[in-house]
C-alpha cells in the first residue's frame, strides 16, 4: 500500500472531536447543520478514497500482474481507476486542508467543491462510453 493511503486504515475523527470547545459553542444551529454537511462529505471522501484504494490492490493490480485479462479488458472493467484515485484523494487534501486552515469548523467551501465537479464531467462521460461498450458485447 502507498504510504500517503495509510490514513485511510482508519475513520477519521469528527469534526466536533477537533474543533475548539468555544468555537463549538458560538456556532448557530444552522451553522452547527453546515458543518455536520461538510464533516459528512470529507467522511465520504474518505471512505471513496479507501473503496477505490481497495478495489485497486485486491482485484485491478491482481489482475494486472497475473496476466489475467488483458489491457483493453482492464480498462473497460476499471476505466481511468488510477486517475480516479488520484482525483478523489485530491479531493479529499483539499477538503482536509479546508479543515485544518479553518481549525475545523469550515469558513467556505464552495471553490473546492466546484473545482471537484468541473473535474469529474470527463469521468463520466468515460463511465457511460463503458457502459455502452459492456452492453454492445453482452
Request: hydrophobic share 40%.
Amino acid at each position: 500500500m502507498e504510504p500517503r493511503l495509510l490514513e485511510f486504515e482508519h475513520d477519521p475523527p469528527n469534526w466536533r472531536e477537533l474543533a475548539p470547545p468555544e468555537a463549538l459553542s458560538s456556532l448557530s444551529k444552522k451553522e452547527t447543520k453546515r458543518q455536520e454537511v461538510i464533516n459528512e462529505l470529507f467522511a465520504t471522501e474518505h471512505a471513496h478514497v479507501r473503496m477505490l484504494s481497495v478495489l485497486q490492490m485486491i482485484f485491478s493490480k491482481p489482475l494486472e500482474r497475473e496476466g489475467l485479462l488483458a489491457s483493453p479488458e482492464l480498462a473497460a472493467i476499471f476505466p481511468n481507476l488510477d486517475e480516479i484515485i488520484e482525483m478523489h484523494y485530491n479531493f479529499y487534501e483539499n477538503l482536509k486542508k479546508l479543515r485544518l486552515d479553518d481549525n475545523f469548523i469550515v469558513k467556505s467551501i464552495s471553490t473546492t467543491v466546484l473545482n471537484r465537479v468541473s473535474h469529474h464531467s470527463l469521468y463520466i462521460v468515460q463511465f457511460l462510453f463503458s457502459l455502452s461498450m459492456c452492453a454492445a458485447s453482452g
